[in-house]
């Protein structure tokens, strides 16, 4: 089985030094750390996973994994982590996430329908946030994504009411130490310098050197129902991605209107696997043929898909996955909805399996009192596995974001974006099977250490390079300025002054 030793816990005094030594060498391309005696989930199907094996971090990207590198000599003069009693695995990747809303965290945790969150969020508090709110939301966002284990995140930046507010987003992606795409896109409502799409080119120039963490894609909608034709996808914008060479993220895709978009963009040779489509809720069964054809990605929102009702509220895993798609997994809104990739994968992996038990029962039932033979009746369901939503989480997340090719397994010549969680805590302690472990056992608790391009981002339990206290009171200031803007902006609506 897979034995547990315990691992160095926070109190151990040899891990403040090794910190030390990782912190003093960070940045240095020849620098190595050697990870020994983990069980390695790699996500690559070509390596899967090692009972117990070890894994080498060369500067930014993962070197080597094996059974015991020191016996080949490949770990020679590297600084050695006992990672025993611990799963390594690759971080989780989010798809889509609106994270210049994090100070309004859980502020409509019962939200009734789109509807209502759109003329909460969007409506009402979007158009008063300055590009300082969008500095405070982005950072707290993305800081509580590493936490988490989530090591890269697509955030859906659609409050890009000047340069400035586009700036400061990125500025916060940065300062998080996460991997960010920033998919930058208008808002739906209020007033704005109308400087979208054409300032995207700027901020690939202004920001695509540096570091390499953050990169871009241009955000759209996929119709002009919601907020009017300058948002929805099409032929223009598609040029204007075409022409920076960046990928595309449509959100707000669900439905019969959507559907009849995508054939649409099938017919103008807009759809392939620089496009993403979002939610993909409701639509029809040549929608889902023209999008497994064409290559082009899905990200699932399972509990957006089923609290905040879009379409029939049900993620569309079993329709991606019959149209030969293994989609993302993506958090959406944290105004609504938890901000961790557990809770994703969790829900996603109850719902498809409630779906598919309870498809076979109705189908007996119908057979039994029908007396006669029913389609589907018969046979086991066809239900996803652990395996298979840890892989939308990592590796299909990653090729959601297009960064396929960079992190999202840890497979030598990727980045090493990893993670440590803790196997021997009373949560999952014995460890049985690591992927299940991972899906069904871990929580944030059990994040000892994340690596984002091999730079240690968390460290014994603890998000490194944060100041808490002074976190906490910029993110209550930029949430009282947004309620007390908004109610300033219903007042003045209410007596006629218009925002």
Known sequence: ????????????????????????????????????????????????????????????????????????????????????????????????????QGQLRRIIPDVDDLAGYVGTTLARYAPVYRPEDMYVGTRLAALGAVDAGITTMLDFSHNSRTAAHS?????????????????????????????????????VDRYGGGSGLVTFRLAALATAEIAGPALAFGPGLARVAAELGVGVSVDAVFGRSSSAAVLDWERAGLLGDR??????????????????????????APTSEAQIGLEDAVPAVDDA?????????????????????????????????????????????VSVHAARDVDGADGPPDRITTADV???ATRQGAATVGLGATTGTLTPGKQADLLMITADEINNLPLNDPIGTVVLGADARNIDTVLIAGRVRKWAGRLLDVDLPALRAEAAASRDHVHRAAAAADAADATGGGR
């Open 1 to 100: 089985m897979y034995p547990v030793r315990p691992v160095h816990r926070p109190t151990d005094t040899a891990r403040p030094a090794l910190l030390d030594l990782l912190r003093r060498t960070d940045g240095d391309p020849g620098r190595r750390i050697l990870f020994t005696g983990a069980t390695v989930v790699t996500m690559d199907p070509a390596l899967g996973t090692l009972a117990t094996g070890d894994l080498l971090v060369a500067g930014s990207t993962v070197a080597a994994v094996g059974p015991d590198l020191r016996a080949g000599g490949e770990a020679a003069d590297a600084v050695v982590v006992d990672a025993s009693g611990t799963i390594l695995a690759p971080g989780f990747v989010d798809t889509h996430r609106h994270a210049w």
């Open 167 to 203: 700036d400061a987003a990125v500025q916060a992606l940065l300062d998080s130490g996460i991997r960010g795409i920033h998919a930058a896109m208008g808002p739906h409502f209020g007033d704005w310098d109308r400087q979208w799409p054409a300032d995207l080119g700027r901020l």
């Open 321 to 365: 996955l019959a149209a030969g798609v293994r989609p993302g997994l993506s958090i959406d809104v944290e105004v609504a909805l938890a901000g961790d990739m557990f809770t994703q994968m969790r829900a996603l992996h109850a719902i498809q399996r409630m779906r598919a038990v309870n498809a076979v029962h109705a189908a007996r039932d």
């Open 390 to 392: 840890l892989d939308f």
């Open 275 to 300: 496009l993403t489509l979002i939610h993909a809720t409701g639509l029809t069964a040549e929608a889902w043929r023209a999008i497994g054809a064409s290559g082009t990605r899905v990200s699932l």
